[in-house]
């Protein structure tokens, strides 16, 4: 920007301010809609302060006038506000109440890009089955010659979603929807919707390790006219997607220079996270041809711009693969990533309870509360003699509004723990799949490469009698699929080798890191007998957390309260059962007199979610026993 364009930019800041004032201190009838009109240039010079405050004003003088359309436009500008300046939950509730006021009015289009800034909420939040539904609202207010561009960001959006809940074929069906809409001919003038497109339907193909046909997607988005001078973000995506699939289908040219180009580019847009994607992406890369030292340099610097920008699935995919291949603090970069993890879940479930009592509260408690104080103000006009009657409904009233509370917060915890149920069910399906997989390659080792071994030595020993033109022809072409027959072993290596390094079956390894640190800084000497028939590959991630925890909790419980000088850790199993035993030497306590505190309810909450049961022994001056049973379900 200029001398000349930052001074135009000035005069017209200074004229919307005195505009305001004055408009505020104005009584007419129109006021309102003035206001709205000052807010939206605001908005436009992305002076938020003044934004938010011309909406405010234009909301109170809406009110007062009855001028529902106003009311739905000023909750929608302050939903816009808050979203701006990072205020998720403000904005979800502002945008829910112009929704309320749009139902009154019926109007469609106002309903449907509502829903739309909704759903954008809920997805940034990784709240996907709210972001789906409010998404699907908009869908039924839309029109198809009339709301085109509301209908593509109602497609796509229910697509992301499905792509993030693993239903890839849902996903595919809404992006092509979407696709249809952004290649009209009417849409043109969009900013690469169809790009946009194209590249989503190639992640999904990516996430179904079908890399073949997610670059054609790739190749079509990056050839779109002046899409990298027009969204040069949009480019780095595509750029660095297409030459992910390509290394991934084993065709290494150009690759590095590509995925570096893509990197060059997000660096000089300082987009965060593609920068830890890109860099994650070069790390596989060199670790795959072998360059360990570039793979762990590209690993490291994409944990470091994952703890800069502090986004939680930047920081959980980079602590994940530098745990694969950094052996040495493979066991610390385990624990930080199940710390984050469970964090992460706790957050998101609160956020998405967040949604619902805001959905609930603005559309049924502000109902209630409106009709309350109807009934109240009819009340103090006509039955004025008789405040003691009134005043005894209204302590009706206010109960049956307390009862109506505590029903809602217990249909929350059901909600939440039904939640914590599919998120463990979602874990067992993830590990069956690796199972799955695990068998597909050994098959795969078996009838097919070890048979175009077996093929091509038979042939070789043949060939090895003769000599004529023909016959070294042949053994070359020979030599050749051996060659190939090589490339694919490294490749099933590389996968399984992925495989045992995964995260869940780092158990044995943090439970081990665990005990050290008991020893190092507490001083206190742990005895531990771990059953080596024990295969902890066959137990779901969910019971290893649950197992690390307790133990957890156990030592932090001696730490404080026992005064221990040694402890024991048994986990054994017995036929189909096991048994998990921690005994300390401390002090004791008398189970008669104290009560349980959160720790034990902690131990006891984490035995049930095992489909187990926890059992306390404590007598003083010998010490505490705590007994955890569980099966392998």
Same mark, same amino acid.
């Given at each position: 920007?200029?001398?000349?364009?930052?001074?135009?930019?000035?005069?017209?800041?200074?004229?919307?301010?005195?505009?305001?004032?004055?408009?505020?201190?104005?009584?007419?009838?129109?006021?309102?809609?003035?206001?709205?009109?000052?807010?939206?240039?605001?908005?436009?010079?992305?002076?938020?302060?003044?934004?938010?405050?011309?909406?405010?004003?234009?909301?109170?003088?809406?009110?007062?006038?009855?001028?529902?359309?106003?009311?739905?436009?000023?909750?929608?500008?302050?939903?816009?506000?808050?979203?701006?300046?990072?205020?998720?939950?403000?904005?979800?509730?502002?945008?829910?109440?112009?929704?309320?006021?749009?139902?009154?009015?019926?109007?469609?289009?106002?309903?449907?890009?509502?829903?739309?800034?909704?759903?954008?909420?809920?997805?940034?939040?990784?709240?996907?089955?709210?972001?789906?539904?409010?998404?699907?609202?908009?869908?039924?207010?839309?029109?198809?010659?009339?709301?085109?561009?509301?209908?593509?960001?109602?497609?796509?959006?229910?697509?992301?979603?499905?792509?993030?809940?693993?239903?890839?074929?849902?996903?595919?069906?809404?992006?092509?929807?979407?696709?249809?809409?952004?290649?009209?001919?009417?849409?043109?003038?969009?900013?690469?919707?169809?790009?946009?497109?194209?590249?989503?339907?190639?992640?999904?193909?990516?996430?179904?390790?079908?890399?073949?046909?997610?670059?054609?997607?790739?190749?079509?988005?990056?050839?779109?006219?002046?899409?990298?001078?027009?969204?040069?973000?949009?480019?780095?995506?595509?750029?660095?997607?297409?030459?992910?699939?390509?290394?991934?289908?084993?065709?290494?040219?150009?690759?590095?220079?590509?995925?570096?180009?893509?990197?060059?580019?997000?660096?000089?847009?300082?987009?965060?996270?593609?920068?830890?994607?890109?860099?994650?992406?070069?790390?596989?890369?060199?670790?795959?041809?072998?360059?360990?030292?570039?793979?762990?340099?590209?690993?490291?610097?994409?944990?470091?711009?994952?703890?800069?920008?502090?986004?939680?699935?930047?920081?959980?995919?980079?602590?994940?693969?530098?745990?694969?291949?950094?052996?040495?603090?493979?066991?610390?970069?385990?624990?930080?990533?199940?710390?984050?993890?469970?964090?992460?879940?706790?957050?998101?479930?609160?956020?998405?309870?967040?949604?619902?009592?805001?959905?609930?509260?603005?559309?049924?408690?502000?109902?209630?509360?409106?009709?309350?104080?109807?009934?109240?103000?009819?009340?103090?006009?006509?039955?004025?003699?008789?405040?003691?009657?009134?005043?005894?409904?209204?302590?009706?009233?206010?109960?049956?509004?307390?009862?109506?509370?505590?029903? #809602?917060?217990? *249909? @929350? %915890? &059901? =909600?939440? /723990? !039904?939640?914590?149920? #599919?998120?463990? *069910? @979602? %874990? &067992? =399906?993830? /590990? !069956?799949?690796?199972?799955?997989?695990?068998?597909?390659?050994?098959?795969?080792?078996?009838?097919?490469?070890?048979?175009?071994?077996?093929?091509?030595?038979?042939?070789?020993?043949?060939?090895?009698?003769?000599?004529?033109?023909?016959?070294?022809?042949?053994?070359?072409?020979?030599?050749?699929?051996?060659?190939?027959?090589?490339?694919?072993?490294?490749?099933?290596?590389?996968?399984?080798?992925?495989?045992?390094?995964?995260?869940?079956?780092?158990?044995?390894?943090?439970?081990?890191?665990?005990?050290?640190?008991?020893?190092?800084?507490?001083?206190?000497?742990?005895?531990?007998?771990?059953?080596?028939?024990?295969?902890?590959?066959?137990?779901?991630?969910?019971?290893?957390?649950?197992?690390?925890?307790?133990?957890?909790?156990?030592?932090?419980?001696?730490?404080?309260?026992?005064?221990?000088?040694?402890?024991?850790?048994?986990?054994?199993?017995?036929?189909?059962?096991?048994?998990?035993?921690?005994?300390?030497?401390?002090?004791?306590?008398?189970?008669?007199?104290?009560?349980?505190?959160?720790?034990?309810?902690?131990?006891?909450?984490?035995?049930?979610?095992?489909?187990?049961?926890?059992?306390?022994?404590?007598?003083?001056?010998?010490?505490?026993?705590?007994?955890?049973?569980?099966?392998?379900?």
């Amino acid at each position: 920007m200029d001398k000349a364009d930052t001074l135009k930019g000035t005069k017209k800041f200074f004229a919307l301010r005195d505009a305001l004032e004055k408009t505020a201190s104005a009584d007419n009838g129109q006021k309102q809609k003035q206001l709205l009109s000052i807010a939206e240039q605001f908005y436009l010079i992305d002076s938020q302060y003044y934004f938010k405050r011309a909406s405010l004003l234009a909301y109170k003088d809406a009110l007062k006038v009855k001028d529902s359309k106003s009311i739905v436009r000023a909750n929608v500008y302050l939903g816009k506000h808050y979203e701006s300046t990072d205020k998720i939950d403000s904005a979800f509730y502002f945008y829910t109440k112009a929704e309320k006021y749009s139902l009154k009015l019926n109007d469609s289009s106002s309903l449907a890009s509502i829903n739309i800034n909704k759903a954008f909420i809920q997805l940034a939040q990784s709240d996907f089955y709210g972001c789906e539904l409010s998404a699907s609202k908009a869908l039924n207010y839309t029109n198809k010659l009339t709301a085109k561009r509301k209908q593509y960001d109602a497609f796509n959006l229910i697509g992301i979603c499905a792509s993030e809940m693993q239903n890839y074929e849902r996903a595919i069906d809404y992006y092509n929807r979407a696709l249809e809409i952004a290649n009209d001919p009417s849409m043109q003038d969009e900013a690469h919707l169809s790009a946009h497109t194209l590249n989503n339907i190639g992640v999904v193909f990516q996430e179904k390790n079908n890399h073949l046909e997610a670059l054609k997607y790739f190749k079509v988005a990056l050839k779109e006219n002046k899409l990298y001078e027009d969204s040069p973000s949009l480019y780095s995506i595509s750029l660095d997607n297409y030459a992910y699939s390509k290394f991934r289908t084993g065709d290494y040219t150009d690759v590095e220079e590509t995925l570096k180009r893509a990197l060059a580019i997000r660096r000089q847009l300082g987009l965060k996270s593609g920068i830890v994607v890109s860099n994650l992406h070069l790390a596989e890369y060199f670790l795959v041809v072998k360059d360990s030292s570039k793979a762990l340099y590209y690993a490291n610097n994409a944990l470091k711009e994952a703890q800069s920008s502090r986004v939680p699935a930047d920081l959980l995919a980079s602590l994940k693969f530098i745990a694969a291949i950094d052996k040495k603090n493979e066991a610390l970069y385990s624990k930080n990533y199940i710390t984050i993890n469970d964090s992460i879940q706790k957050e998101e479930r609160k956020l998405q309870d967040k949604f619902a009592r805001i959905q609930f509260e603005t559309n049924e408690l502000n109902e209630e509360r409106n009709k309350l104080e109807e009934q109240n103000r009819t009340l103090l006009y006509f039955f004025t003699g008789f405040l003691l009657i009134g005043g005894l409904l209204f302590i009706i009233r206010m109960q049956r509004a307390k009862n109506r509370e505590l029903l #809602l917060k217990q *249909a @929350q %915890q &059901h =909600a939440n /723990e !039904e939640i914590y149920n #599919l998120m463990i *069910a @979602q %874990q &067992h =399906a993830i /590990e !069956e799949s690796r199972v799955k997989e695990k068998k597909r390659i050994a098959q795969e080792l078996h009838d097919g490469i070890l048979g175009r071994l077996f093929g091509t030595r038979l042939n070789l020993d043949s060939l090895n009698r003769l000599s004529d033109e023909f016959s070294v022809n042949k053994r070359i072409e020979y030599l050749t699929q051996l060659k190939n027959i090589e490339q694919d072993i490294r490749e099933i290596s590389h996968d399984l080798s992925r495989e045992k390094f995964a995260i869940v079956n780092n158990f044995l390894s943090l439970l081990n890191n665990l005990i050290d640190d008991q020893e190092e800084i507490y001083q206190t000497p742990v005895v531990a007998a771990i059953d080596e028939n024990i295969v902890w590959d066959e137990f779901s991630n969910a019971i290893k957390i649950n197992i690390y925890r307790i133990v957890q909790e156990c030592f932090q419980n001696i730490n404080k309260y026992a005064k221990a000088t040694e402890i024991t850790l048994t986990i054994e199993k017995v036929g189909d059962k096991f048994f998990m035993k921690i005994i300390d030497n401390g002090v004791g306590f008398d189970m008669t007199q104290k009560k349980k505190g959160i720790g034990f309810q902690n131990i006891n909450s984490r035995a049930t979610e095992m489909n187990g049961s926890f059992e306390l022994i404590s007598k003083i001056g010998v010490g505490t026993t705590i007994i955890v049973h569980f099966s392998n379900v």
